[in-house]
């Protein structure tokens, strides 16, 4: 009765993202490329939004020579990246063309796995994305994004489980990207899923180990059945990040369950980034302790040092609790969507500007798309009358349907502009990176030639790069996907403002 | 089908001597002692050898007198203690009246809960303690030493577990503090002593959390029936300690497990320690990551930097893989004693002597009296030629029998001698502190109308105090418990040798 367990190995993505705030270079990373490659992991997540956001914006790397590299350097890995469905990894809807260009170029490069979510569990943001997947042959992953709420039960998630099956999906990830999944709802949640979609559907457990809980729970998926999961070499563990690779491998001994990885392979990835953390130490995510205030709060801790933030610069850093208990009646207004990047910075500062200025006297942008539908549908209702005064600020109706389909044709107009672009090679990934980080492109296509820079070396070499313009957002130290420049109307004022981490 | 599990907070004791090497001053408890009586825990754990040591060689505090202050301030809660059963809190057997009396007064101090260990689980060296705590009407808890080795299976712990119970132990305690108890032998060992001792015999886990796994282990501990388990509060948890409480708490949620204890006040516990915290940076444990090694090499984190060092003083700090390999060896020979205070020490200095000089070319005196059973029986044979080498330099005969009954009564000699003491004055448990710690005491005695020390305060203030004498071991940072001086004999010439942390 013995079963193997697999395991994704996240240490070159979200691991260092999470507890490094996506700084690392990837030279810090080749090293560890053939141990990692041989240890038996069933794939290697290396790439997604915030690893491509850090690569153009504050180490001259070009994300796709990073994904070429890797693919070279694991020839025998399965390599896994992150896609934000129909925002690819922007932060915007994109057209469904480009949507197809984005898989295709990135197959192409040598990815295998897609993991594809969307921050609303929003199914038809997540339909395009998937079906290109599938027709390139290469791996569908749907993604639940998990969380809590009253309207958030085990049959709601299992659901959508289903409707992934439906669409192709290969595997079904359940994602918990703020160690909100408790041992119970873990195996609730898996058995759930293998009782609806059948037993040979192939279930992959994301977690995240801020609350302290969640190898418990990757304990109880495992019994309930889960087929994959998620951890990070130890030495880039814990706190915000995810439960160790080598404490997985060791809790499961004398179980039945194993895994195929070598330890002795486990032991040189540790040491090689336990060598190399400590040269990032300015870029430290603060939550390295347990934080389960989160599952009452349902608000990540990098969203609380956001709010902070924002309350500092308006000397109002004793409000920090009122903003606390706001947080959940703004989530209810907005009919409880998930807090994860891009709604937790919406919601987190619509709560900070509730209690500033009083509920919904002045609303975000983001705020008022949210509202409207332009990110898609909440799993609750929305309030009306939340949504009436956002449609006066943003002087737009509310849409039922998929958003995406509001976008015309962009392709041709998307490369016009990247190839206007001194430095542009003229490919189609480069068209693709300026289509999702227009703001950062250029200064990076027109130093790309310089070559990569590791923040990590000297200390003075970790400044940030000084900015290209003033439209171009500040470097901060936190977490690139953090950052989100608001369009704030008070009145007939716009306002813009970008909230990124202190 | 709802099932309460009861809590043993640490982070009076084991908590902070785990993680800031036992030097919390009692006025940096004294704060949260309130929240941390009314949060609804089973016990407190405050007291053991190590706080005692540290009270009075760095705190300039009276141990008797913490303890009565918390017995004060936390008068609903059973206050709980680590004794290392014939040892007391000291590093030598004492005289059965001597173990009587130290029970008696703490008894009388208000210590409620006695945790009775030893290093060899050697039940022999653990009954005068047993029978001394159940005549005064308290809690006795009759520890297992949890390690790994061919010879330890559950059917001998559960047979240990049994002896306990008929010593009149109300509870048994497993203890692991290497954090070796994986999940699956943590249900095993819980559901067999159930079995074996019956259903109403309470199980008490203690863990930590060195190597990842253990929350999982007290899951699996609990779904076996397990009563009451040991955690820390989040904020001084993890690392070389121990499990945090608020996530045991989390854990349970919706598994029909619940504990009694109240989050609120557990917060509230979380931001005092989380406070305090970092103004005892420097004596934090080098130890917060995860570190499964320990499974493999059976070493726990606070033995290698002992060896480490040892081997640095030796200029051959590259010989440590080679001594790594050698401590299996050694406790082998040694017939598999568990790695703890004081068989960790002297297995560890025993290997590093083997790899530099040749094996057993020279023994320590401790490493003699270990083969010669002067600390007791250990699970296995020890080897012959070994112990004929250690009979040789120690120039003594082995032992059957229990150590302590070499003993002859020793209270009057020890009054004696404590009253002779300049500041004693003149009460059993002066004499107590004496017996246990002779080095230490007449300092202690000397200054202690000065006042506690506090070493968190201020950089400068945390300087070790100077040494009183030449005979008396200079004062490190590293963990009490983990500083032992040798005896030494090389040929005729005996040398003394004091190991402690780098």
Redesign the interface.
């Known amino acids: 009765m013995s079963r193997t367990v697999e395991v994704t190995e996240l240490v070159l993505r979200d691991g260092h993202q999470s507890l490094l705030a996506t700084r690392m270079a990837l030279e810090d990373m080749v090293p560890a490329c053939e141990d990692i490659d041989q240890a038996g992991y069933w794939s290697v997540e290396c790439w997604g939004g915030a690893t491509y956001d850090a690569c153009i914006r504050f180490l001259n790397e070009d994300p796709w020579e990073r994904l070429r590299t890797f693919r070279k350097l694991m020839p025998n890995s399965r390599l896994q990246m992150l896609l934000r469905g129909q925002n690819l990894l922007g932060y915007r809807h994109y057209e469904d063309s480009v949507v197809e260009r984005f898989v295709d170029k990135s197959a192409e490069n040598g990815m295998d796995v897609f993991r594809v979510f969307d921050a609303l569990n929003d199914i038809r943001n997540l339909r395009q994305a998937l079906k290109a997947v599938v027709r390139t042959g290469k791996h569908a992953e749907g993604t639940i994004c998990y969380t809590t709420s009253p309207l958030h039960t085990i049959d709601r998630f299992v659901e959508l489980a289903q409707q992934l099956r439906d669409l192709g999906c290969q595997s079904i990830c359940i994602k918990d990207m703020a160690a909100l999944l408790?041992?119970?709802?873990a195996y609730d949640l898996v058995k759930g899923i293998k009782e609806k979609c059948g037993q040979d559907t192939v279930v992959h457990v994301h977690v995240h180990s801020t609350?302290?809980?969640t190898?418990?729970s990757l304990?109880k998926a495992i019994e309930a059945g889960a087929d994959i999961v998620d951890t990070s070499i130890?030495?880039l563990?814990?706190g915000s990040g995810h439960?160790?690779t080598?404490?997985l491998?060791?809790?499961l001994?004398?179980?039945g369950y194993t895994t195929r990885l070598d330890?002795a392979r486990l032991?040189k990835i540790k040491e090689h980034f336990?060598k190399i953390r400590p040269r990032y130490a300015e870029f430290e995510s603060k939550y390295i302790?347990?934080?389960?205030?989160i599952?009452?709060s349902q608000i990540p801790g990098g969203m609380i040092s956001n709010m902070e933030s924002q309350l500092k610069q308006q000397g109002a850093a004793d409000r920090i609790k009122d903003v606390l208990t706001e947080v959940p009646n703004v989530r209810k207004d907005a009919g409880y969507p998930p807090l994860v990047t891009p709604s937790s910075q919406i919601v987190g500062t619509q709560a900070v500007f509730n209690v500033l200025m009083g509920r919904y006297k002045a609303l975000t942008g983001e705020f008022a798309d949210l509202m409207l539908g332009y990110y898609g549908e909440t799993i609750g209702p929305r309030d009306p009358a939340v949504m009436e005064a956002a449609a006066k600020h943003a002087k737009k109706e509310a849409i039922t349907g998929r958003p995406a389909d509001l976008l015309k044709p962009e392709w041709e107009e998307l490369r016009g502009a990247a190839l206007a672009l001194k430095g542009c090679n003229g490919s189609d990934e480069d068209v693709l990176t300026h289509a999702m980080f227009p703001q950062v492109a250029p200064t990076f296509f027109a130093q790309r030639a310089n070559g990569p820079k590791n923040l990590s070396k000297k200390p003075e070499a970790a400044k940030p790069a000084p900015a290209a313009g003033a439209g171009k957002p500040t470097d901060g130290k936190g977490p690139v996907q953090q950052r989100v420049t608001y369009q704030v109307k008070i009145g007939d004022k716009s306002h813009q403002v970008t909230v990124e981490p202190a």
């Open positions: 408790r041992p119970q709802p609350t302290g809980v190898l418990v304990m130890s030495s563990s814990l439960n160790p080598e404490a491998v060791e809790m001994e004398g179980t330890k032991l336990g302790g347990v934080e389960t205030e599952f009452d």
